[in-house]
């Protein structure tokens, strides 16, 4: 049994794209599918399949590379933790590493992106940022 599930996808992400892998194969949950929908439309991700069916059900993200080679996700770091929660006012949101990453919230409106966040004047707790 896992004790975080959010920061062990995100590891499965940096380890597999480091690793220059195709996809990676994450075990699947709404909140989970919901924070990956959003680094697709940020870009970080491509295609997400969901297999499987009841207790085997996973995700499986396609990776995305630049025109290098280098990951899009260089770095995934998991702010709130179990035995830590971290809590953000809509008026103390800040993009995450000056405009080049994105902070994921958890808000009484969903799974939000801090700028959607702000904009929409609503707080919550930080989840995870992506650089």
Do not use: F, H, M, N
């Given at each position: 049994m896992l004790t975080d599930p959010i920061a062990d996808m995100l590891t499965r992400l940096k380890n597999a794209s480091r690793a220059r892998k195709d996809t990676a194969v994450i075990p699947h949950s709404k909140v989970k599918l919901a924070i990956l929908q959003i680094l697709q439309s940020a870009g970080y991700v491509g295609e997400i399949t969901r297999r499987g069916k009841r207790i085997k059900k996973r995700l499986e993200v396609?990776?995305?590379?630049?025109?290098?080679?280098?990951?899009?996700?260089?770095?995934?770091?998991?702010?709130?933790?179990?035995?830590?929660r971290v809590y953000?006012?809509?008026?103390?949101l800040r993009s995450s590493r000056h405009r080049r990453g994105i902070a994921v919230l958890s808000t009484p409106r969903g799974i939000q992106t801090a700028e959607e966040a702000?904009?929409?004047n609503v707080g919550g707790e930080m989840l995870c940022e992506i650089f």
């Open positions: 396609e990776l995305k590379y630049d025109e290098s080679g280098a990951p899009r996700i260089e770095s995934a770091k998991r702010v709130s933790r179990p035995g830590q953000a006012r809509a008026r103390t702000r904009k929409s």
